[in-house]
């Protein structure tokens, strides 16, 4: 792996079961995850992803496309645009710097044919290497 | 509402003990649709080297406190805006984990959708041995429609 590979674009959506699910995982039961009434009162186009799901989902497909056993050290992310359920999704990750016992990547889950949604950066260490 | 004490901020929170459960660990996992057996598998787990069934990475969000003292949150509406987490050592099932949160900084800016606090919330969690599984920061941002819906 070196500076300038990209992972993905690993697709897929988030439908209305999967924010039930994690709403009850995570114990976050922010109703603008559930109601669309109540969602669209606070000014949202309806009910919307939790950005820990959406965060979850974007290491989720990342760290599946590394060495089994790699470490999530650091991961940081800003939510940037809302993302509902049933839109086509795309998860992305680009190398910025890597040798062989670690990596930072730039991670992004966007909307297709839209904006990032929600970027980040991510330090991994590798199996193997001495923290 | 929105319930603010400035003179509150940094100051860190009574200590909270959160006991990491196996079931806890495999809904999460199983929400994220995560695959790999040393969330839901004992032995999986034990055959990689941990002591238990390991918390996926983003179950630290399970754990933070999101109140914090000085800060009272509006039950519905809250947005997230950032969020950042550094990792020490693995969160395992029966881990008892000890939490505290404080406030970092509050802000507000009047944009076009108006006017908004921009907090950020800072959070440490330490294991049964004293090593450090976590630190986090959220920002949070609390918008006037959300800050003036009553009775939510």
Not at chain 1, 13 to 40: C, F, K, M, W
Not at chain 2, 111 to 132: F, L, P, Y
Request: with cysteine; net charge negative; proline share 5%.
């Amino acid at each position: 792996m070196q500076s300038g590979d990209e992972l993905g674009p690993f697709r897929f959506q988030v439908t209305r079961e999967q924010l039930v699910r994690y709403a009850g995982a995570s114990d976050d039961y922010n109703p603008i995850h559930y109601d669309d009434a109540l969602a669209q009162s606070l000014g949202l186009p309806g009910i919307i992803v939790h950005g820990m799901l959406n965060m979850g989902l974007i290491a989720r497909y990342v760290m599946a496309a590394l060495p089994e056993g790699t470490q999530l050290e650091q991961y940081g992310v800003r939510f940037r645009q809302m993302v509902q359920p049933g839109q086509d999704l795309m998860v992305t990750a680009r190398v910025r710097e890597a040798d062989a016992a670690a990596a930072r990547l730039d991670v992004q889950l966007a909307v297709e044919g839209g904006k990032p949604a929600v970027m980040g950066k991510m330090t991994v260490r590798f199996p193997g290497a001495l923290g | 509402m929105l319930k603010l004490d400035e003179s509150l901020l940094g100051q860190r929170s009574e200590p909270v003990v959160r006991e990491v459960e196996r079931g806890a660990i495999r809904k999460f996992a199983a929400a994220l649709g995560l695959d790999d057996p040393i969330h839901t598998a004992v032995e999986a787990a034990r055959a990689r080297g941990y002591r238990d069934l390991v918390a996926p990475p983003t179950f630290a969000v399970t754990l933070l406190p999101f109140e914090a003292p000085g800060l009272r949150l509006p039950k519905a509406g809250v947005l997230h805006g950032e969020q950042e987490f550094e990792w020490g050592a693995a969160i395992c099932a029966g881990d008892r984990l000890t939490v505290t949160g404080w406030v970092e900084d509050v802000k507000t800016r009047s944009g076009a959708g108006g006017k908004m606090h921009i907090i950020s919330v800072a959070s440490e969690a330490v294991n049964q041995d004293g090593e450090r599984v976590f630190r986090a920061k959220a920002v949070l941002i609390v918008t006037e429609e959300v800050e003036h819906a009553v009775g939510r």
